[in-house]
């Protein structure tokens, strides 16, 4: 597994290569070899520009994009200071969302040694995060144990207490409050290893909070820290909509019984149309192409998107689910039924026939 550090990953890492549950079907191995052959094939003729060059500029746009940024903060016109605003926001997005996903599952680097750094440059600097925390809850619990009750059910976005106004439209202005405070707030890593989660996020942190002062000319630190909240929140409601609509609401599994991995990947993960700003910000992995992504996680987001013909073809000749909906029509049904998908546990489902 090129890119992917070797302590971050388990016997799968969450690759698809080994089935789990109550074992390896003749049927359901064969299926998913056929489609790891066609995958890598395409994968195989693709230029690095494909595999990672596209996903890389983009972030190097992002990242070019900050200092023009901090300038128009500056300005004491409100049109080019919203518009600072604006562009900071765009970036951080990119960046955090964008940027910390795909370095989590090792898509920026061939090199193993690159893939830490990129991880911890990404999800402890930009994302306010432990790299170590992050890895081990996206691609340990959530990948390997999709839509598992307890284990990779998105439970974490649950906030069974707050209203469905509030859950959906309010609270994740949050995040970015939240975020820096979880992550240093966990004690589960080498003492080395928190030190230098501290080490890092104060860094990201501080690093922003001086640039606004000492390039844009923040004369309050109560005006500086209010922007970067207002920056760094700006996406916070589709990030946490993103992230519940593509698993909640769809079969759910017991951890003692669920179906191999390419079933469990097809009927608990769904993918959003198509969206312009969602596609580029937060990557098609994330919005268009989430199933090919759960069956291939360490691809590339435009990887993803060029193998989409490809999985969705042999999903549909196989009569698999190769389940999509759109953004609205999922926020109508989480708004319809909070309370079931949300705050009470959801049923089990049992795939009668595919165990």
């Known amino acids: 597994m090129q890119g992917v550090p070797e302590e971050w990953t388990e016997e799968d890492g969450g690759t698809g290569e080994r089935s789990r ?6 049927g359901e191995e064969t299926m998913m070899m056929e489609l790891t052959r066609l995958v890598q094939k395409t994968v195989k003729e693709s230029s690095w520009w494909e595999r990672r060059g596209i996903d890389c500029s983009i972030l190097a746009a992002a990242f070019i994009s ?4 901090f300038l128009l903060l500056g300005s004491s016109h409100f049109l080019w200071f919203s518009a600072g605003v ?53 691609i340990k619990m959530h ?28 609270a994740p202005l949050a995040v970015p409050v939240i975020t820096p405070l979880v992550a240093l707030g966990r004690k589960y890593f080498p003492v080395e290893r928190d030190n230098r989660t501290v080490a890092m996020v104060t860094l990201g942190l501080y690093s922003q909070y001086w640039l606004l002062i000492n390039v844009s000319g923040f004369t309050s630190p109560l005006s500086a820290l209010l922007c970067m909240l207002v920056c ?4 916070s409601v589709p ?3 993103v992230n ?27 993918n959003l149309p198509r969206n312009p700003l969602l596609d580029w910000m937060f990557g098609h992995s994330l919005i268009n192409c989430h199933v090919e992504h759960h069956l291939f996680p360490f691809l590339s ?24 909906d759109g953004y609205l029509s999922r926020l109508q049904l989480f708004f319809n039924r909070y309370q079931e998908l949300m705050v009470f546990a959801p049923p089990i489902t049992e795939l009668v026939g595919v165990q």
């Not at 900050?66 to 940024?69: Q, S, T, V």
């Not at 604006?86 to 193993?112: D, F, R, Y």
């Not at 760094?232 to 996406?235: V, Y």
Request: charged letters at 15%.
């Open 143 to 170: 990948h390997a144990h999709t839509n598992v009750i307890g284990l990779g059910d998105s439970s974490v976005w649950k906030v069974p207490f707050l209203s469905r106004s509030i859950y959906l439209f309010i």
């Open 86 to 138: 604006l562009l900071m926001g765009v970036a951080h997005g990119i960046i955090t969302i964008k940027g910390t996903h795909l370095a989590s599952h090792g898509a920026l680097s061939e090199s193993q040694a690159w893939a830490k750094f990129w991880a911890v440059f990404f999800i402890e600097i930009c994302g306010s995060f432990s790299a170590l925390a992050g890895v081990k809850g996206h």
């Open 66 to 69: 900050l200092p023009p940024a």
């Open 301 to 324: 987001d435009n990887m993803c998107l060029k193998v989409k013909p490809v999985v969705s073809k042999y999903l549909t000749e196989k009569q698999l689910p190769y389940q999509e």
């Open 21 to 26: 549950g109550t074992g390896t079907g003749k």
């Open 244 to 270: 519940i609509f593509q698993h909640i609401g769809l079969p759910m599994f017991s951890p003692t019984r669920r179906p191999k991995r390419i079933y469990q990947m097809t009927h608990g993960v769904l």
């Open 232 to 235: 760094r929140a700006m996406f």
């Open 239 to 241: 990030y946490i909509h």
